[in-house]
């Protein structure tokens, strides 16, 4: 009876070297998922071999454009029902990690620092924390895995991204109060502490530690956020409303 063959995939980690150079590194693919050792005998009697499997192994990636690569049923890597549903604390690295993009970034490595946040959550129990060897071991796991499927993730999660980003600027510009005078004497200075003072706002209103409301879901924190905007609005709303009603009456 024949052994069944190994069927070797195209790992997210064996493209680092491809997205370098411009086009994909066979070398690089026979070395480090195949095993090619470079000498005498191997050169002699199975280069070939070895260049027919990686020209095989990478020729479905070949016309295909990862941008446009869509998440797959069998992905390993579970994601979450929703982007709004991991930690606060997650969404806040998620979010600077795509504001910071450089083109020096390693694009290999940046797409498994996404997926590993977005995902940590999903896959490891526990508290997120990136600063962990759990953290780590998860990502390298991330690298491993099928390059399609890695491509599809990550394409599944930026776009979900663009879409919460969308949806919550949309309720939280509905119901913006502007103060002028505020503005006048530098208040949007104070945006720039908008994360720490959501964080103690939430410790407050849930009687939580700093460490546990970080770990809260980024989808209850912008509710409780948007819900405080809310009652602003109608308070502000409410103001206008008495002032116009005492215009009249004094005009009466």
């Not at 063959?5 to 370098?20: A, G, H, M, Q, T």
Request: some cysteine; charged content about 30%; proline content about 1%.
């Amino acid at each position: 009876m024949k052994k069944n063959k190994k069927k070797y995939y195209l790992r997210l980690r064996d493209l680092r070297n491809s997205v370098k150079i411009g086009r994909i590194d066979h070398a690089e693919i026979m070395r480090d998922l195949l095993g090619y050792t470079n000498n005498w005998f191997t050169r002699k009697f199975l280069f070939l071999r070895y260049f027919k499997k990686a020209f095989l192994i990478t020729r479905e990636l070949e016309d295909i454009d990862p941008l446009k690569v869509e998440w797959s049923e069998n992905c390993k890597i579970k994601r979450p029902k929703s982007i709004d549903f991991i930690s606060y604390r997650a969404m806040m690295e998620l979010q600077m990690t795509i504001n910071n993009i450089s083109d020096e970034d390693d694009v290999i490595d940046l797409i498994a620092k996404v997926i590993s946040i977005s995902c940590y959550g999903e896959n490891i129990e526990g508290n997120y924390n990136s600063n962990t060897e759990l953290f780590k071991e998860f990502r390298d796991g991330v690298l491993s895995e099928p390059a399609l499927h890695m491509f599809g993730l990550y394409n599944w999660i930026m776009k979900s991204i663009e879409e919460s980003s969308e949806v919550w600027d949309k309720r939280f510009f509905s119901v913006e109060v502007v103060d002028e005078d505020y503005l006048k004497a530098g208040g949007s200075s104070m945006n720039q502490f908008n994360v720490i003072n959501t964080v103690k706002s939430i410790c407050q209103d849930f009687n939580l530690t700093y460490d546990e409301a970080w770990q809260m879901s980024y989808n209850l924190v912008q509710t409780n956020s948007y819900a405080k905007a809310t009652a602003n609005y109608i308070q502000d709303q409410m103001r206008i409303l008495k002032e116009i009603k005492m215009k009249r009456e004094r005009g009466h």
